[in-house]
Each structure stands twice: as structure tokens, then as C-alpha cells.
């Protein structure tokens, strides 16, 4: 009892601090060293005292909340991420420990808890580390721990039709709870509507500001679609355009773009859109030869021209369709009006062109279209690395003077996009815990 006590002190805990302790060190031939303890509530500062053993054959720390399951955390990575002063700037959130000076051998020798929830180990290089047990509740192997891994992809087709998400600008500009929603359902539907913008070309640039900045291209930072009597792209003209995602030409293509109607036609002008990702899943279940073509051959596609910034030539070969790390559609790429070449021999020309046919007729299919003519005001916003859109032709009355269809438009990317989607759940999340 007296050696019991003797530990319960050197370790800073009290007897307030919990209602039974039970203590048990056990040591084994392969150095196996176990330090139990349970059934605690919580130290005076409010942190939960997980069980803990030190487990030397596997090297690893196992930690146990009440109510929840072990986790493990390795000695290498709990040596490499030591949260003391000299091991870590808390201001910066970086590491000061040499990655070079990393003993990947080093062994725990001992921890205990102090009473402001931190946990001390007692490494064998001598180091003393010390670890915020909220830091550690957040951690677990493997790290699959980004809140954006809980958003799921909402494939959708025309039954979306007159039922686009959507929000009201001011309140977008204002509402962080609103902003938040207007991002999850960028994340999770690719597609969403914001109205009441006004007809001020300004406000896509507002929206960047908001979230954090606008993608500058070389079309400038922002963008007018209207007719130009010399167009270097025929969304300067009155013309129909083919489904296309934007920009196919740059490997890096913009994640988001904005489409803000300050002018609408008196006829035409309406958007077409189609989810990709959904066309995709149909080909890969009902035209696997095609989806294998497209998701595998290179295609090149170019862009050519002068705008407000200077001469341009850009280009970029990739596949139709890509694939991420995880085995998940990373992006479609699409410009009938853009690719002419590819890099297959001959012979495999055919079959390319084949496989395009039939990517053009899912897209053209009734049940994958949604169709939607912005009115002044409204700003479409879309997820230019998943949804194909396309336009009608529209209607320029030769008796009329001055532009008559006029969309501003803008890009911002994902990393961005998300980077403040965590941003604002990270701060949603504190509130709740303060109320």
C-alpha cells in the first residue's frame, strides 16, 4: 500500500480525482512492462486518465478510455511527435525535433499522467515527452481522420432537376452555419445555386474573399462570358457548346467555378449539366471496354491564344477520366471542341473514337441532364472536376445595342474549399463545447 501511494504522488494524482484505482506491474523476460489503471472519471482540469500499458515486445503504447477502444501509438512516432517546448513549436504547429537525430529504435521506459492531462514517457535516448491527452485521443493508426472522409459523393441525375441546392448569397456572405452547408453540399452534390447576388460582375470575387481567394487563369482572376467579335473560345460567341469540364488544357485544373448571370438572353442561354462521376459508375457497369479506354488512353488537350494577360499555349495530357491513390474518381476531363489528339498509333484511333461516341451519348441521356437558365442574379456553382456543362444556343436581336448576355465568372480550388470547410467545423465544434 505504502509503494502504491508512493506512486500515486510522484505521478500528481489525488484521490478527488477519481473513484478506484487499480495498479499492476508486471514484468516479463522480453521486457514487457504493464502499467494498468482504470475506472477513472476525470483530473481536476477536465481531462479523461485513459488506462495505459507499455507494451515492449510490440513497441507500441496502448491507452484505454472508458467506453471506448485501445489505440496503440508506436514509440517511434510518439518520440517524433513529443509536444514539449524543445521538441515542438505549439504556435507554429511544427516540429523542432531533427528528424535525422530519430532513433527509430528507441524504446519507452515509463509514463504517468499528470494532473493538467498530459502524459509523460520516459524514453530510452533519455528524452522526457510530453503529450496533451486530447492530442492523443485525436490520433489513431491509420490516420483517417480529415471530417471530409465522412462526405460522401451524392451521385445524381435528372431527378435533380428543379431541386439544385440552394442558398441565398447574403446570407452565404454572412452565416458562417450557412457557408458551412454551402460547402458540404459543394463536397457532397458538386453542384449548388446561390441567389439574390445582384448584377455587380464583383461578386464571385467576394465569394473568393470570403472562403479565402479566387483561382487566378489566364483568362484573368475573373471573367466575362459575352460575344466578342474576335473570341479566342467560343464561349464568346452565341453558339451552342458541347459538355466540357474548363480549363482541360492546364494539368492543375480549377477546382470550383462560378458562373454569376448579370445579363441573361431573351431566348436560349441554358445551362445543360450532367454529374460525371455518376455517367462514369453507369460505364463502368454497362461499357467496361469503353471505361477502360477512356480511363487509360492520354489525351492532349491544348489551349491557344491571347487574353487580357498575355499570349497563352498551354497543354496537358491526361486520360478522360482519372483515378486517385484510394482506387476513387479523382476528375473527368472533357473538350470535345478542345482534344484533336491523342497518343495512341493508328490503328486505336477507332476504337477511341468509339469509346468518346459513347461517353457523349450517357451525357446526352435524358436521365443524367439537369437543366437550369440562370436568371439575373443567381450564380451557378459547380465542381469543374466532376460535372460536365454545356449550353444552348441564345438569341442576340439584331435591333438591340450593347451586350445582351453577360456571366462573370471565377474559379477557386479544392484545397482552399476544404481547408476552410475544416476551418469552420473546427469553430462550430468549440462553440458547441462552450455552450
Not at 480549363?247 to 445543360?272: D, F, R, V, W
Request: aromatic share 12%; glycine share 6%; net charge negative.
Amino acid at each position: 500500500m505504502a509503494k502504491a501511494l508512493q506512486v500515486l504522488r510522484s505521478i500528481g494524482l489525488q484521490t478527488k480525482d477519481f473513484f478506484r484505482l487499480s495498479f499492476n506491474l508486471q514484468r516479463s523476460s522480453y521486457g514487457y512492462r504493464k502499467l494498468h489503471m482504470s475506472s477513472w472519471i476525470q483530473s481536476e482540469h477536465g481531462s479523461r486518465i485513459p488506462s495505459a500499458h507499455i507494451d515492449g515486445k510490440n513497441k507500441w503504447l496502448n491507452l484505454k478510455w472508458d467506453g471506448e477502444q485501445s489505440k496503440n501509438y508506436p514509440y517511434v512516432w510518439l518520440r517524433d511527435n513529443c509536444r514539449c517546448r524543445e521538441c515542438y513549436h505549439e504556435i507554429a504547429s511544427q516540429k523542432l525535433f531533427q528528424f535525422n537525430d530519430l532513433d527509430i529504435d528507441v524504446e519507452a521506459n515509463d509514463i504517468h499522467f499528470t494532473d493538467d492531462g498530459t502524459a509523460v514517457i520516459h524514453f530510452s535516448d533519455g528524452h522526457k515527452g510530453k503529450y496533451p491527452l486530447s492530442f492523443l485521443e485525436g490520433e489513431k493508426f491509420p490516420a483517417f481522420s480529415d471530417p471530409l472522409r465522412q462526405l460522401n459523393k451524392e451521385l445524381w441525375g435528372s431527378e435533380l432537376q428543379g431541386a439544385i441546392p440552394t442558398f441565398q448569397f447574403s446570407d452565404v456572405m454572412t452565416d458562417d452555419d450557412v457557408l458551412l452547408g454551402w460547402l458540404t453540399v459543394l463536397h457532397t452534390k458538386g453542384i449548388a445555386i446561390l441567389q439574390n447576388a445582384g448584377t455587380i460582375p464583383t461578386e464571385v470575387k467576394k465569394i473568393g474573399d470570403r472562403v479565402a481567394y479566387l483561382r487566378a487563369t489566364y483568362y484573368g482572376e475573373t471573367f466575362q462570358v459575352m460575344s466578342k467579335n474576335d473570341p479566342n473560345s467560343i464561349t464568346y460567341t452565341d453558339t451552342a457548346i458541347d459538355f466540357h469540364t474548363d480549363i482541360c488544357a492546364m494539368y492543375n485544373q480549377p477546382g470550383m467555378q462560378m458562373l454569376h448571370c448579370i445579363k441573361q438572353s431573351t431566348e436560349g442561354g441554358e445551362n445543360q449539366l450532367v454529374d460525371t462521376y455518376k455517367v462514369v459508375e453507369d460505364l463502368k457497369k454497362e461499357e467496361p471496354e469503353v471505361h477502360s479506354i477512356l480511363s487509360s488512353t492520354l489525351f492532349e488537350f491544348t489551349d491557344i491564344g491571347t487574353d487580357i494577360l498575355n499570349d497563352f499555349h498551354f497543354r496537358s495530357s491526361k486520360p478522360a477520366i482519372s483515378y486517385g491513390f484510394e482506387g476513387n474518381i479523382n476528375q473527368v476531363s472533357i473538350h470535345f471542341s478542345r482534344h484533336h489528339s491523342m497518343n495512341v498509333p493508328p490503328e486505336q484511333v477507332y476504337p477511341v473514337y468509339s469509346a468518346l461516341k459513347v461517353l457523349s451519348r450517357y451525357l446526352y441521356h435524358e436521365e443524367n441532364i439537369v437543366r437550369h437558365r440562370l436568371s439575373p442574379g443567381e450564380i451557378l456553382c459547380m465542381d469543374n472536376r466532376r460535372l460536365a456543362h454545356a449550353r444552348t444556343k441564345y438569341y442576340i436581336d439584331p435591333t438591340i445595342k450593347g451586350v445582351q448576355r453577360q456571366l462573370a465568372g471565377g474559379y477557386m480550388d479544392w484545397d482552399e474549399l476544404s481547408s476552410f470547410y475544416r476551418v469552420l467545423l473546427e469553430k462550430k465544434k468549440k462553440n458547441e463545447n462552450s455552450n
